[in-house]
């Protein structure tokens, strides 16, 4: 597609429930990202793809959130057994090139996928 | 780790009135800076970047940003604002050998007509 889709756009879960969002990136884009942003805040990094490699891992807060992209392109996000403080919109944004070691680019995000929890 | 501010977090202007956003970050090496809007409803979308060279880049509708290294800065311009201009307006530092990218809290910008 023309640009970064992502789905649901919005989810409404009930305490303890597992959620699953689903990122399509630009097609043909190496890197993919996923952020949170919470009320009020800033982005925040969870986690970088770079095609198939989960080559970052750090932002994501506990180990109830997954992530993966097993072909290179589409991506899900799995949160389980949801907490109320889970409740934010996950943006998936994409490159066109690798990040790092010297590389970067612009990130091409979604629309985001707003997650409350009840 | 880095981090980003942005010390206006709601400025209204009229129409015509000049803009200046405020960015500085902490981290000491190589830096590529960005800034994003987001307009009522839509996705963030860049509206300028730094990698290298100028330290004046100029983005898309009219704005401009200028990066100064010892202030560790990276404040957004634009001459003349348009109530089109109300939106989320976030600075962002990729450090050169990283991956991540760091986002401020974002400035919310209201232009009156």
């Known amino acids: 597609g023309a640009g970064v889709s992502q789905s649901p756009r919005y989810k409404v879960a009930k305490r303890g429930q597992d959620v699953a969002l689903r990122c399509d990136p630009i097609?043909?884009?190496?890197?993919l990202f996923w952020y949170q942003q919470a009320l009020g805040q800033g982005p925040e990094f969870l986690t970088y793809f770079q095609n198939e490699a989960q080559l970052d891992k750090s932002g994501l807060p506990s180990d109830r959130f997954f992530a993966e992209r097993p072909e290179g392109s589409v991506s899900t996000l799995k949160i389980q057994r949801t907490q109320q403080e889970d409740s934010a919109v996950y943006l998936c944004?994409?490159?066109?090139?690798?990040?790092?070691?010297?590389?970067?680019?612009?990130?091409?995000f979604g629309e985001g996928s707003r997650l409350t929890v009840l | 780790a880095q981090s980003v501010s942005q010390h206006n977090h709601h400025v209204i202007l009229s129409e015509a009135a000049s803009l200046e956003l405020g960015c500085n970050y902490s981290y000491g090496g190589t830096v590529n800076l960005f800034w994003y809007v987001q307009y009522p409803g839509q996705h963030l979308q860049l509206l300028l970047k730094y990698f290298s060279g100028d330290p004046l880049v100029k983005g898309i509708k009219g704005f401009e940003a200028e990066f100064i290294k010892s202030k560790f800065s990276f404040n957004l311009r634009k001459p003349s604002v348009q109530w089109s201009d109300t939106a989320e307006y976030f600075c962002a530092v990729n450090a050169n050998t990283g991956n991540q990218f760091y986002f401020g809290t974002g400035t919310s910008l209201t232009v009156i007509p």
């Open positions: 097609s043909g884009h190496v890197s």
């Open positions: 944004a994409s490159s066109l090139v690798g990040v790092g070691g010297g590389n970067t680019g612009e990130l091409f």
